[in-house]
Nanobody, 124 residues
């Protein structure tokens, strides 16, 4: 019923910034927690950040805390990930997801809908 589409990835030098967007294209955007995950080559998809529907609560992986900021604009059906001070270790495909159940917004298995992913490459 809802499709998630990420954009904003690209190639950036270490220390640079990118802003990722995730747009829900359907008409049934509801009060879901949304999250960003990333998957580097040879590794499993890992939690990056999440935000409740109102934006009042957020969570971050320790590796990105202080550098990344998650936000959302429900009127635009969009979730954002502002990434500053990027490091080569941030290189990965970034996915946005919708939490569909469970009680742990850091767990991949609690998300029921994903976008196609957008590539972020940080050069050293």
């Amino acid at each position: 019923q809802v499709q998630l589409v990420e954009s904003g990835g690209g190639l950036v030098k270490a220390g640079g910034s990118l802003r990722l967007s995730c747009v829900a294209s359907g008409r049934t955007f509801s009060r879901y927690t949304m999250g960003w995950f990333r998957q580097a080559p040879g590794k499993e998809r890992e939690f990056v950040a999440a935000i409740t529907w109102s934006g009042g609560n957020t969570a971050y992986a320790d590796s990105v805390k202080g550098r990344f900021t998650i936000s959302r604009d429900n009127a635009k059906n969009t979730v954002y990930l502002q990434m500053n001070s990027l490091e080569p270790e941030d290189t990965a495909v970034y996915y946005c997801g919708r939490q569909g159940g469970g009680s742990n917004w850091r767990k991949l298995v609690d998300y029921d809908l994903w976008g196609q992913g957008t590539q972020v490459t940080v050069s050293s």
